[in-house]
Nanobody, 128 residues
Framework: QVQVVESGGGLVQAGGSLRLSCSVSGVTFIDHPMGWLRQAPGKEREFVAVISWIPSRTEYADSVKGRFTISRDNAKNTVYLQMNDLKPEDTAVYYC?????????????????????WGQGTQVSVSS
């Protein structure tokens, strides 16, 4: 059974930073590209970033480029999202997700239905 557990969310002022972590078990971690998606109140879930295994390629939503960095530690079965220069519009529940169908640089990476397993989400709130 796949288990995905996010941590690291919280309340931060605009311009601040947070680092989210996502621990995965129950799957062969290195086989799966891993991504972060988020959902703000009243809005649809949206793509934030994704990372493949080897080579460690990454892809970002335009809204977070230059501010967020996704990384992974395959030895620890963990993926991270470093978020800098946070803005109030970054406020959302952040979800870690993965799946064998995830393909970087393919439009399907933007779609939540492409991801096969999900964490429970962690709240990020940015005050102005």
């Amino acid at each position: 059974q796949v288990q995905v557990v996010e941590s690291g969310g919280g309340l931060v002022q605009a311009g601040g930073s947070l680092r989210l972590s996502c621990s995965v078990s129950g799957v062969t971690f290195i086989d799966h590209p891993m991504g972060w998606l988020r959902q703000a109140p009243g809005k649809e879930r949206e793509f934030v970033a994704v990372i493949s295994w080897i080579p460690s390629r990454t892809e970002y939503a335009d809204s977070v480029k230059g501010r967020f960095t996704i990384s992974r530690d395959n030895a620890k079965n963990t993926v991270y999202l470093q978020m800098n220069d946070l803005k109030p519009e970054d406020t959302a529940v952040y979800y870690c997700a993965g799946g064998l169908r995830v393909r970087l640089y393919d439009p399907s990476v933007l779609l939540p239905r492409t991801y096969d397993f999900w964490g429970q989400g962690t709240q990020v709130s940015v005050s102005s």
